[in-house]
């Protein structure tokens, strides 16, 4: 079966660095987003990126984040300049409609130390 | 703006038992509903999902219907198991807008 995938599972970064998450969403996937889930606590959307550009976003993404799909397969996640609360689990998804299911990748969990 | 409000957990049930997980939701216009799943270390997976009012999805022995009368999609299981114990999120997604809202989540430990 399909699915999305994530590396790293799991990063550890010194506060300041900068991170670069990766997902490969399924293969015949149009809409791509990325969400965060800070522990124990809800799910929160952070963007969406539909035909090489950012559809929206939510107010969690500030200048420092950033989306890419660099080669038509990759779709990646850059914080510029970690801080401490951005240690969360982030997860990528993707659909192949705007209004179907989204797949949901494992997660990669950074922790900014 | 969307939102979405689940019963408050934890959730604590004997093996067998009967499951309900409130879930309404406030939207406009017509949205796809779903019930993710999420066990301990893992992503989040779809469980099952409902795309008009008067659905039902159902998936693994859990089932929810759409209701739009009521604005609810409670999750329900007739006999859980211990494998069951996982944190549960439902979730909608509007028709024109491709990202989903999620609630809060429930986490369900059920003991033997």
């Known amino acids: 079966e399909p699915e999305v995938t994530q590396t790293p599972s799991h990063q550890v970064t010194q506060m300041g660095q900068e991170v670069i998450l990766r997902c490969v969403p399924i293969?015949?996937?149009?809409?791509f987003y990325w969400y965060r889930q800070i522990l124990g606590q809800k799910v929160e959307f952070l963007v969406s990126?539909?035909?090489?550009?950012?559809?929206?976003k939510s107010e969690i993404f500030d200048d420092q984040f950033s989306v890419e799909r660099p080669d038509g397969s990759n779709f990646t996640l850059k914080i510029r300049s970690t801080k401490l609360e951005d240690s969360a689990m982030y997860f990528c998804?993707?659909?192949?409609?705007?209004?179907?299911?989204?797949?949901f990748g494992q997660g990669t969990r950074l922790t900014v130390v | 703006g969307n939102s979405v409000t689940q019963m408050e957990g934890p959730v604590t049930l004997s093996e067998e038992a009967f499951l309900t997980i409130n879930c309404t939701y406030t939207?406009?216009?017509?949205?796809?509903l779903f019930w993710y799943v999420q066990y301990p270390g893992e992503g989040l997976q779809l469980l099952l999902k409902?795309?008009?009012?008067?659905d039902k999805g159902s998936n693994k022995g859990f089932e929810a219907t759409y209701r739009k009368e009521t604005t609810s999609f409670h999750l329900e299981k007739g006999s859980v198991q211990v494998s069951d114990s996982a944190v549960y999120f439902c979730?909608?997604?509007?028709?024109?807008?491709?990202?989903?809202?999620f609630g809060d989540g429930t986490t369900l430990t059920v003991k033997p």
């Open positions: 998804a993707s659909s192949d409609e705007m209004n179907t299911e989204a797949f």
């Open positions: 293969s015949n996937h149009l809409y």
């Open positions: 990126f539909y035909n090489n550009e950012i559809s929206e």
């Open positions: 939207a406009t216009g017509y949205p796809s």
């Open positions: 409902a795309t008009k009012a008067d």
């Open positions: 979730a909608l997604r509007n028709t024109n807008a491709g990202k989903s809202t």
